[in-house]
Nanobody, 115 residues
Framework: QVQLVESGGGLVQPGGSLNLSCAAS????????MGWYRQVPGKQRELVAT???????DYARSVRGRFTISRDNGKNTIALQMNSLKPEDTAVYYC?????????WGQGTRVTVSS
């Protein structure tokens, strides 16, 4: 019953930045954590970053130091600030919300890093 609305994807040059946002609405369950997965065709989906309601964060090794996840608990929204983007960051990024077990997913937003 939760709808996740994503924004911020697009085309950017290597070394550039993008900010992804995801807003959860219509929830009747508390959200324990929200975060982002990404997937490239033919490759396994990768957990990029996650943040709990209490503010604990975790990052994939490939993005640590370049990406920052943040959240606004009042609005059940998260943002992913992506800096120093590399071509290998190109993927479809999916927002998720973990309701202490059940998980909802966004529709995905495409990020392309290319010169």
């Amino acid at each position: 019953q939760v709808q996740l609305v994503e924004s911020g994807g697009g085309l950017v040059q290597p070394g550039g930045s993008l900010n992804l946002s995801c807003a959860a609405s219509g929830s009747r369950f508390s959200i324990y954590a929200m975060g982002w997965y990404r997937q490239v065709p033919g490759k396994q989906r990768e957990l990029v970053a996650t943040i709990t309601r209490g503010g604990t964060t975790d990052y994939a090794r490939s993005v640590r130091g370049r990406f920052t996840i943040s959240r606004d608990n009042g609005k059940n929204t998260i943002a992913l600030q992506m800096n120093s983007l590399k071509p290998e960051d190109t993927a479809v990024y999916y927002c998720y919300a973990d309701h202490y077990g059940p998980v909802d997913w966004g529709q995905g937003t495409r990020v392309t890093v290319s010169s």
